[in-house]
């Protein structure tokens, strides 16, 4: 059979970065390639390019035979290639059936059919296992659920080669296994698919063969027989990651934040009492759609606080400043970084020391040399990697963006973290990383609460967890008491935590568990 897709010693740099150093690749029909690699591997590039949205310096593609070279994204969706982009590509005042079809609505004699657009459009949320109206404005769905409207807009274009980055950041596990139900349809259909993800346990699962990147070159190709996690995390890295998960067990100081009864928009009937400590890691658990933002964004002042008191250190916060919330020492890293944590217009310099400008400026004059200094100083700390602090932030790689938003607070040695899927769409060097940034900042007296919706990532990091379903707050589990059975047992609510903070298990007999249940 020949491939699908061939791709040869395909090369792209841009200033001081050279992205892809001669990439080899192919993809079969029906196939699934998992594509694999550290942030900064070149990965999203590569896609780029196969996707008309950059141009090559050098090298060949071959498509179905025949050679060619995009120029735009419409050629490469007219000949049957479909990127689902990670960040997302939606315009948020349209509606979903509007943003399924955009530029390619079905129409009579110049004038737009949009009941037979919105009947498509249904047929096709229906297919990717998304419950709203096709009608529903794009700006009022959450990340996950914009994500399956990207997934069923490429799903619009008959595609015959599907690219997938990171289909699965933002979805949850019910959401995630729709996904790839549909994958394995796809597949069965002879449809191929390429498929990037730092979840390297779904690539391992779905992916009949692996290609790894590494520093914009080849690193290895792993056939079936050979994708296993130990074999993916070498050929990445190029080297053993020993201690994945940092965590140093530690005695809790003095309490550093506190909710009393606080109330937020969204679930106003549960109020919420809650309390970290100083060097401490709580791990805020539970399903997509649970209130765990809302919670967060609360306590940063982002969010209206309903009633209750928020504490910092004993000193209340007055609710709905978010001035005053930095001021007393908190920050936060939230889920969506490229539009709520980076300006991504700026250059990387410009986002490092833009929390904390009265440091380096005088009489309202910013001081280009103390700017360059402390931005600098982030830069080495964190290991960015960036050609230079000029460079502008939205040409970096995902980890190294992640890694600006978490450095422009390290300026403020904050005494309250609240971190929002801080590793999403990370890979699992920058992961690491991080971890480690946590545990440095719990060892300096922070408090430190973190929302994941990764268990691996509560168990690994979090000194306790707190469970919450649907606005309220389930249970908590101190370290000792925290697995993955128990803490999805209260996020569906079949379980619950006695006074003494107890698990107490409400479980059906084995066997009427049914296969896939928690």
Not at 57 to 69: F, L, S
Not at 373 to 385: A, D, Y
Not at 423 to 435: L, M, N, P, S
Request: aromatic share 4%; glycine share 10%; with cysteine.
């Amino acid at each position: 059979m020949e491939p699908l897709l061939r791709v040869e010693n395909l090369s792209k740099s841009f200033p001081g970065v050279q992205a892809l150093a001669g990439v080899c690749l192919h993809g079969m029909p029906g196939e699934v390639l998992g594509v694999i690699g550290e942030n900064g591997a070149g990965k999203s590039t590569l896609m780029k390019i196969l996707a008309g949205v950059e141009l090559p310096d050098c090298g060949t593609i071959q498509w179905r035979g025949a050679e060619v070279r995009f120029r735009k994204p419409s050629e490469a969706i007219e000949a049957g290639i479909s990127l689902i982009h990670q960040e997302l590509n939606l315009a948020e005042n349209l509606s979903v059936a509007e943003n399924l079809f955009l530029g390619r609505e079905p129409t009579s004699w110049g004038i737009i059919q949009s009941r037979k657009m919105r009947q498509e459009a249904d047929a096709l949320l229906t297919r990717v296992g998304l419950e709203v109206p096709s009608s529903t404005l794009v700006g009022k769905l959450s990340i996950a659920q914009r994500q399956m409207v990207e997934i069923a807009k490429s799903l619009s274009t008959d595609a015959q080669l599907i690219i997938m980055d990171e289909p699965t950041s933002s979805l949850s596990g019910h959401e995630s296994e729709n996904l790839f139900r549909l994958i394995r349809q796809l597949k069965a259909q002879g449809v191929s698919i390429v498929y990037i993800s730092h979840r390297l346990a779904e690539v391992a699962d779905l992916a009949d063969r692996v290609e790894v990147l590494r520093d914009g070159r080849n690193a290895s190709t792993l056939q079936a027989g050979q994708i296993d996690h130990d074999r993916m995390v070498q050929a990445m890295v190029g080297r053993e990651l020993d201690r994945y998960f940092p965590h140093v067990p530690k005695v809790p100081g003095e309490v550093r934040l506190e909710l009393r009864q606080v109330r937020v928009l969204g679930h106003p009937e549960h109020p919420i009492d809650l309390e970290v400590r100083s060097g401490e890691i709580v791990g805020l658990s539970g399903l997509v759609g649970a209130g765990r933002t809302e919670v967060l964004e609360a306590i940063m002042g982002i969010r209206p606080v309903l009633g209750g008191s928020i504490r910092v250190d004993g000193k209340q916060l007055r609710p709905g400043r978010i001035r005053a919330s930095i001021a007393e020492g908190l920050a936060m890293v939230p889920e969506d970084r490229r539009h709520a944590g980076l300006v991504t217009s700026m250059t990387v310099g410009e986002n490092l020391t833009l929390a904390w400008l009265e440091k380096i400026s005088s009489y309202g004059v910013i001081s280009g040399r103390r700017d360059r200094r402390f931005g600098q100083e982030q830069v080495e700390s964190l290991r960015i990697k960036t050609p230079s602090l000029q460079q502008m932030a939205a040409l970096l790689s995902g980890g190294n963006q992640q890694k600006i938003v978490f450095g422009k607070w390290m300026m403020r040695s904050p005494k309250v973290l609240l971190l929002d899927e801080p590793t999403r769409g990370v890979d699992i060097g920058a992961k690491q990383e991080i971890y480690g940034l946590m545990e440095r900042l719990a060892e300096q007296g922070a408090a430190i609460l973190f929302v994941s919706s990764e268990l691996e990532e509560i168990l690994g990091m979090a000194d306790r967890t707190v469970v919450m379903r649907e606005g309220r707050i389930q249970g908590q589990l101190q370290r000792d008491q925290m697995s993955e059975q128990s803490i999805m047992r209260l996020a569906f609510g079949t379980g619950g935590v006695n006074p003494n903070g107890v698990e107490v298990a409400q479980w059906r007999e084995p066997n009427t568990v049914k296969s896939g249940d928690p």
